[in-house]
């Protein structure tokens, strides 16, 4: 305890360091968020994200480890699981040659990708609900990073 505090003294606001310090806390809207979350979600697979899982699913990790719960490695998981069942598919296509509308085997390209950007859409609401009940009430809603920047100046 190295404050010399207990943490529901710091919930309760009977502490003086809790009112020592302003929470700014990022607050974009739904639709910009997750844009950016999409977004995000494709830059990961094109730059190599299907091989990352792809590897994992190699060293046959434990299902139940953090890694292998990450937002997108069930639905990638899926995907290459379609693709190893396709008849040729080990005829060395590779990840990058397929295109976002080609179905393998029930779980195609675009399927997987709709997948996981919904799952990632879904945590950051969790995460949002979280932070919107477990902030004080005081804290400070900015919506850009400038914009933060420029309060703390």
Excluded: C
Excluded at 73 to 90: D, N
């Amino acid at each position: 305890m190295a404050t010399g505090k207990y943490i529901g003294e710091f919930h309760t606001g009977n502490s003086a360091q809790a009112k020592d310090f302003n929470i700014l806390n990022m607050n974009v809207s739904r639709e910009t968020l997750y844009g950016n979350i999409n977004h995000r979600f494709l830059q990961m697979i094109d730059s190599g994200a299907v091989e990352e899982v792809q590897n994992l699913l190699k060293l046959k990790y434990n299902p139940a480890l953090p890694v292998m719960k990450a937002v997108g490695v069930s639905e990638i998981a899926a995907y290459l699981e379609s693709q190893s069942r396709q008849p040729g598919a080990s005829a060395g296509v590779s990840e990058r040659e397929l295109t976002r509308s080609e179905t393998i085997n029930n779980v195609s390209r675009e399927t997987m990708i709709q997948k996981a950007q919904q799952r990632s859409r879904n945590y950051a609401k969790r995460q949002m609900t979280w932070f919107r009940h477990q902030l004080p009430k005081h804290k400070i809603d900015v919506a850009s990073f400038e914009e933060a920047i420029n309060l703390i100046k």
